[in-house]
């Protein structure tokens, strides 16, 4: 996949938004806009929307520290982008929001889920230990969900102004 000078700079500023939103809303523990524009940049840019999500990674480790906690972005957000990518393109009009914000938030319940076989590689937990860790962490992942969810709300206007840029700026 090339990229234009163009798309250089536009997935670098995307990224460096979702970095700085991340940095604005920790603030609030669990909630964010991380999965928002995870799912509107994978619907617009569709294979490309791996560039702006893997700058944020970047720069979440650049900023906090490459240690054992970021391991797990190198696939949290790839996994995301993938069942984005399974959606279908076609959808009727009034049923995306619902299915975006759905996705954002099993997102957001799953997480500590999804984030628990590094950390049992990485720790030598055991399987039990394991299990341990992600129920300890529900009551987390029920806010990252339920946050998710309500965030979600602004997946459809995200995607229409991504579309709006693009379609202005390709004239």
Request: hydrophobic content about 55%; some cysteine.
């Amino acid at each position: 996949m090339k990229l234009s000078t163009r798309e250089l700079v536009i997935f670098g500023m995307l990224g460096a938004l979702m970095y700085a939103s991340k940095v604005i809303m920790e603030a609030a523990p669990n909630i964010h806009l991380l999965g928002v524009f995870t799912i509107a940049f994978t619907v617009v840019y569709r294979q490309k929307a791996l560039y702006p999500i893997y700058t944020y990674v970047f720069l979440n480790g650049l900023f906090s520290g490459f240690s054992a906690w970021w391991i797990p972005y190198l696939y949290l957000w790839a996994v995301l982008w993938g069942i984005t990518m399974l959606l279908p393109k076609k959808m009727p009009e009034k049923i995306k929001p619902v299915v975006y914000m759905v996705v954002n938030a099993c997102h957001g319940f799953l997480y500590g889920t999804l984030y628990a076989p590094a950390q049992a590689i990485m720790f030598g937990l055991s399987f039990d230990a394991m299990v341990a860790w992600i129920i300890a962490g529900f009551p987390f992942d029920f806010i990252h969900g339920v946050s998710n969810f309500f965030c979600g709300l602004l997946i459809v206007p995200v995607i229409r102004i991504l579309k709006t840029m693009d379609k202005n700026n390709n004239k």
